[in-house]
């Protein structure tokens, strides 16, 4: 009998991955050509990696969802949002803590933020998994930035045709007041956001596949806290062992520039927990293999 496949690809977008010129066209309102905002070294070779993958297994894959981060410009992690104590902006890759909040090292631009801003900062730290980071505006709604890899795109609109199936596509971050990592959970929950609480729905469903191939970007930020919240439902409704369907294509996975500790102790930690670490030609036999198969035949 058929296996229930699925993959996950978690934010496959144009800011995220270091594309070549020949990659990137021409804004028609600058006439320069379109840069990546928040480009991981080696994101363009994962998603040409993942594109074929997709492309050759294709039959063999049940499911395909994409995560897409999804910002408006004004957002508590981007620069937008804050000042510094002598009027300067606040340059992307600071970090930013309650404690210089309260220093007023760093301030809100609109005054009426800071108590919301202070709130998030003491309820993230509490958490203990991220201090607030200040990104440079990425995945904007609407630009091209936000867009999947051409490659990517290609590759599952080929599987819906050939399947007759639609790619979930679930999009995160659009809450300007919290960060939003992970795919299933942002950073705080907000209690009147729904679309910030955890995702039972979506999750529920991983759960119902053999496997779960996870890809995507950035191994140290977003996949890494995907792939945590998962892999920790998980084990919690169906058991330990059900983390074994997990399964982390690791040459489709990149880290952010300075996290590659980070995204080697996840990479560590997960092994340890039972997911399973693969390469793309090694899940490919997989696909093949399932796609040879029929109902009612093993």
């Known amino acids: 009998m058929k296996r229930n496949l699925h993959l996950l690809v978690i934010d496959p977008q144009n800011d995220f991955c270091d594309l070549p010129e020949t990659y990137r066209p021409l804004d028609p309102v600058s006439r320069q050509p379109l840069a990546p905002a928040l480009p991981v070294p080696g994101a363009h070779q994962d998603m040409l990696r993942l594109a074929g993958l997709i492309n050759r297994g294709r039959a063999g894959l049940t499911a395909i969802s994409i995560t897409l981060d999804s910002h408006h410009r004004f957002d508590i992690a981007h620069p937008t949002f804050w000042i510094a104590a002598d009027g300067a902006p606040v340059a992307p890759f600071t970090e930013i803590t309650a404690a210089d909040v ?14 919301l801003a202070l709130n998030y900062l003491d309820k993230l730290e509490a958490a203990g998994r ?55 959970q942002a950073e705080v929950p907000d209690a009147d956001d729904p679309d910030t609480q955890f995702n039972f729905k979506f999750v529920r469903a991983l759960a119902e596949a ?36 997990l399964v982390l294509v690791t040459d489709c996975i990149s880290p952010v520039t300075g996290f590659a500790p980070q995204y080697q102790a996840f990479l560590q930690a997960m092994q340890a927990r039972g997911v399973q670490l693969m390469q793309s030609a090694d899940v490919l036999p997989e696909l093949l293999e399932n796609a040879g198969r029929t109902e009612g035949h093993a």
């Open 102 to 115: 309260r220093a007023q090292r760093y301030t809100p631009r609109h005054p009426a933020a800071l108590p």
């Open 130 to 184: 991220y201090k607030l980071m200040v990104w440079p505006v990425h995945c904007e709604i609407g630009s091209w930035g936000n867009n999947v890899h051409a490659d990517v795109h290609a590759a599952y609109g080929h599987w819906e045709e050939a399947s007759l199936g639609i790619v979930a596509k679930l999009a995160k971050g659009s809450n300007p007041w919290t960060e939003h990592y992970s795919a299933v």
């Open 210 to 245: 053999d496997r779960i191939y996870v890809a995507g970007e950035a191994g140290s930020h977003c996949v890494k806290a995907t792939v945590e919240h998962i892999a920790d439902y998980f084990e919690a409704e169906y058991g330990a062992a059900s983390l074994a369907k």
